[in-house]
């Protein structure tokens, strides 16, 4: 066994490793961590496949903001995690089905390479010289558009259902109401009282 298939194996098992404590740790700042550790090991594999841009964008960007970011709000917010599991069970069915399809998917892309190899060299696109920037944005902004904006798609649904799950509606909260504001008169909000001198309120 080589050198870099020895690194390669090391970051990819912890990487799965990780990935597996992050959806499976109960505290969820450990669960952050774990991410954390999961995004250097797969910075690791960047590194190795030769693409040393990606691998420190994904630790400047990833590491060093949106993990911490995550780190800082679940530390800070006062959130009660067991009225937020309260019907899980309910929702089990369709994550149950999402996972055996991202399963079916993983095994579809894994057996691929087993049952004809030459999808290893079709998927390598030829390379006509340039720096790894200019590349990786020719390639991702021309063949693979559409699945760019896919991916930009399926972020921002995630990001309206992390909100819209989370939301919570407190009755002791005072919200602003724009049209009441402005339909207000001054005699309703306005009271002059008129205070001899030397007496106070």
């Known amino acids: 066994m ?3 298939l020895f690194f390669f194996y ?4 912890i990487a799965v490793g990780s990935a597996f404590m992050v959806i499976s740790a ?31 964008i994904l ?23 067991a009225s937020l599991r309260q019907g899980f069970l309910q929702y089990a069915p369709v994550g149950v089905v999402v996972g055996v399809v991202l399963l079916l998917e993983l095994l579809m892309v894994a057996g691929s390479f ?25 390639v991702l902004y021309t063949r693979y558009v559409f699945l760019f904006q896919g991916a930009a798609l399926i972020l921002l649904v995630a990001m309206i259902g992390a909100i819209v799950l989370t939301l919570r509606h407190k009755s002791n909260v005072k919200r602003q109401d724009p049209v009441k504001q402005v339909g207000r008169r001054p005699s309703e909000t306005l009271e002059v009282v008129k205070v001899k001198s030397g007496q106070g309120l």
């Open 2 to 4: 080589t050198l870099p």
């Open 26 to 56: 109960r505290n969820p700042v450990h669960a952050v961590l774990f991410l954390i550790l999961t995004f250097f090991n797969a910075s690791g594999l960047f590194m190795l496949a030769g693409a040393e841009f990606l691998a420190l």
């Open 10 to 13: 090391m970051f990819a098992a």
């Open 59 to 81: 630790i400047v960007v990833y590491v060093g903001a949106v993990a911490v970011l995550f780190l800082f709000v679940v530390m800070m917010l006062d959130v009660d995690f």
């Open 114 to 138: 087993v049952v004809s190899p030459e999808v290893t060299s079709a998927a390598v696109l030829p390379i006509n010289g340039g720096d790894n920037i200019r590349l990786i944005g020719q």
